[in-house]
C-alpha cells in the first residue's frame, strides 16, 4: 500500500492541504492557523471540522506541515502536538513556511528562495536547511517588494494627487472610497498589510502606463536591492521566488534578475506543488 501523505501550507488567514496516496491528490482548503492567535485547543478544532471531513485520518501516515509562526520552537512544538491529537498514528513533521518557500523551490539544491506575496521574505537554501534570512521588518518598515508594499505605493499615488486624469477616474470607479476611510483602514482597523494589499490588484489591472510600470518596478527593485543583494551567494546560486506578487509580475521580477546579473530560476504562485513533487521524492529526509 501507498504511503499517505498530508501536506499542509498555512498562512495566517488560510491554509492549503494536499492529500497524496500514490498518485492521487486532493487539495483541501481551511481557514490558516497562526499560533500566535490560536491555542492547541482551537487548533485541534479548526483540523477537526475543517480538514477531516475530507479525508480518513486514521489512514494518514505521514503529515508535513509548514506554517507561518513556526520558527518560533514553542509554537512548533504546540502546533505539533495539535497535529498529534489529531493525527495520533501519524509521522508528524512541522516547519515554518519560509522553510515550505525554499524546499518548494529549491529541492535538494542551493539556492535563494524569495517570498513575495502579501507580505516578502528571503533566505538562502544551502540544499538541506536555510543558513542566511535577511531581517523581515513587517508592512510597517519593510516588505519590499510585497503587495502591502506596493499597494502602499498606490494609495499614495491617489492621496498624494500624482496620478493622471486617467489613473485617477479609472481609481475612483474601482473602489469608491475616501481619504479618511481609507486612513481609517490603515491606521485603526485590524490587519491593515492585507488591506494595503489589495490596492496591488490596480497595478496587474493597468499594467503599460508609465506610472504603474514604475510602481512595480521600483517597488520589487527595492525588494532586490535590499534583500537579495544583500545575499553574496545570489551571483552564484539561482534566485527562486514564490508568491502572487512574483508570479504575476513576472516579467518585472525577469528583467530585474537580468539587470543584477542574477540567475533566475522558478518562479511559482504557491509553494504547494513543489512541496507535493519533494515529499513523494525524498519523504522523510
Not at 508535513?64 to 498514528?89: D, R
Not at 529541492?107 to 528562495?113: D, E, L, R
Amino acid at each position: 500500500m501507498p504511503v499517505v501523505k498530508l501536506i499542509a501550507d498555512s498562512g495566517s488567514t488560510k491554509a492549503e492541504w494536499c492529500l497524496v496516496k500514490g498518485k492521487s491528490r486532493k487539495t483541501i482548503l481551511s481557514h490558516g492557523i497562526s499560533p500566535y492567535f490560536l491555542n492547541k485547543d482551537q487548533i485541534i478544532r479548526l483540523i477537526s471540522e475543517e480538514v477531516l471531513p475530507s479525508i480518513e485520518k486514521d489512514k494518514v501516515d505521514e503529515v508535513f506541515y509548514y506554517g507561518t509562526g513556526c520558527l518560533s520552537k514553542t509554537n512548533a512544538a504546540m502546533v505539533k502536538s495539535a497535529l498529534k491529537a489529531v493525527f495520533p498514528a501519524a509521522y508528524i513533521r512541522v516547519n515554518h513556511d519560509l522553510a515550505g518557500a525554499a524546499i518548494s523551490v529549491c529541492g535538494k539544491g542551493k539556492g535563494v528562495a524569495c517570498i513575495l506575496g502579501t507580505g516578502s521574505n528571503s533566505c538562502y537554501y544551502n540544499g538541506n536547511k536555510i543558513v542566511k534570512n535577511s531581517p523581515g521588518l513587517g508592512y510597517v518598515l519593510g516588505d519590499e517588494g510585497s503587495g502591502a508594499y506596493l499597494g502602499k505605493k498606490v494609495l499614495q499615488y491617489y492621496l498624494y494627487n500624482t496620478f493622471d486624469d486617467e489613473l485617477r477616474a479609472l481609481f475612483d470607479a474601482k473602489y469608491v472610497t475616501t481619504q479618511s476611510e481609507i486612513l481609517d483602514h490603515v491606521y485603526k482597523q485590524p490587519l491593515a498589510n492585507r488591506y494595503l494589499a489589495s490596492y496591488a490588484m490596480f497595478l496587474a489591472e493597468n499594467r503599460g502606463h508609465y506610472m504603474i510600470e514604475n510602481i512595480i518596478e521600483d517597488g520589487i527593485n527595492d525588494f532586490f536591492f535590499h534583500h537579495i543583494c544583500k545575499y553574496r551567494e545570489s551571483w552564484t546560486s539561482p534566485i527562486h521566488f514564490v508568491g502572487s506578487i512574483a508570479f504575476g509580475f513576472a516579467d518585472v521580477v525577469e528583467t530585474l534578475c537580468s539587470n543584477y546579473e542574477f540567475k533566475l530560476g522558478k518562479i511559482s504562485r504557491n509553494p504547494m506543488d513543489g512541496l507535493v513533487d519533494y515529499h513523494i521524492k525524498y519523504g522523510r529526509e
